[in-house]
């Protein structure tokens, strides 16, 4: 299949491509569009078809459910059963934006976008050119991340080209993703609300508005805990870069690094070490003394521990970043939870195979 690339430029001459991106939609074709979280690969939600085909074409397991996306709340009711009042004050606060809810499906909703479940995850983005999408299928958009399964989400359309490029119909390029992680989700079923995936959008932000909010507990379990998560696609392998990359944490990690990334890139394996603008400096020495002596140590730097969004907004671009530039072993540092940190740290542990090292 041939994929149609098509840059927007945000102005009115996009509504022919925006027409022709809604027709693909309607007549069963998949269509990869920005988000302010990442790139989404959509297609029309209402169709089992059609989900089968987004399954096919990211290599993913179909009992993992995917997320409806909605460019306004007049859309909701006739996809759910119910809407309890926590998710009408969420959706009043956060929606548009990096926020999933789940909630209880209608008999509207196929059984292949929902993985089977009886319930169903719904987002409204945001970004102008997803809310312009939607519309223009006039359908709910059913969209994963935009990345083959296993793969750090797409920030960008060139990521999703490398991923996509030849298995979906079109990808519309809107520049990079401002968040880069994946929304929060939130499942409203229950009594108490509860995070199955942490995002943009902190538990404390959460808290304020609802009062007692849950993180379920599989999010920082190791695979080997055996906690089963609620949200069936936490349970998978997942970023993972090829480099072996161990998460160090812990007041000594800068020196721990030091002497463990010396170690590999002196046997000879290509090391990289994930760091922040702020502790760079400490690296830079020793890249240069390995240089010299003719083995390779290459700095990453993820962005400033000041700014956690600054991190969110690189960090699955570096870890596509390290296969593009052959490294073999990564050491990477560990940074704040709370608010988004809560997020980077989830993908960070995942990324490394759960591979940690305490200092
Ligand atoms: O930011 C995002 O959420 C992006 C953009 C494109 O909107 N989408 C995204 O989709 O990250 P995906 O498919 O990569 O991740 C969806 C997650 C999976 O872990 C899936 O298991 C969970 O949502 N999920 C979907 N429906 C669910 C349901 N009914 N119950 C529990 N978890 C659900
Ligand atoms: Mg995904």
Known sequence: MKTRFCRLSGGPEDEEIYREAGAIIREGGLVAFPTETVYGLGGNGLSG?????????KGRPSDNPL???????????????????????????????????????????????????????????????AQRFIRAAGVPIAAPSANLSGRPSPTTAKHVREDLDGRIDMILDGGPADI??????????????????PG??????????????????????EPAQGVKPKAPGMKYRHYAPKAEMTLVEGAFAAEAILKEAAASARAGRRTGILCSEE???RYSPLAEELGA???SLKLFCAGRRSDPESIAHRLFGLLRQFDEDGIEVVWAESFDEGGIGTAVMNRLRKAAGYRIMRT
């Open 180 to 197: 880069g992680l994946e929304s929060t989700i939130i499942d409203v079923t229950e009594e108490t609300p509860v995070i199955l995936r």
């Open 200 to 221: 943009y959008i902190g538990r404390e932000a959460l808290e304020t508005l609802l009062g007692k909010v849950e993180l379920d507990r599989a999010v920082f379990a």
């Open 293 to 295: 002596e003719g083995f």
């Open 49 to 57: 078809a059609s989900s089968a085909k987004i399954y096919a074409a």
């Open 279 to 281: 502790t760079k400096d």
């Open 67 to 129: 997320i409806l996306h909605i460019a306004g709340m007049e859309e909701l009711p006739a996809l759910v059963s119910d809407i309890p009042d926590a998710a009408k004050r969420l959706a009043e606060a956060f929606w548009p934006g990096p926020m999933t809810l789940i909630f209880r499906k209608s008999s509207l909703v196929p059984p292949e976008t929902t993985g089977g479940l009886d319930t169903v995850a719904v987002r409204m983005p945001s970004h102008p050119a």
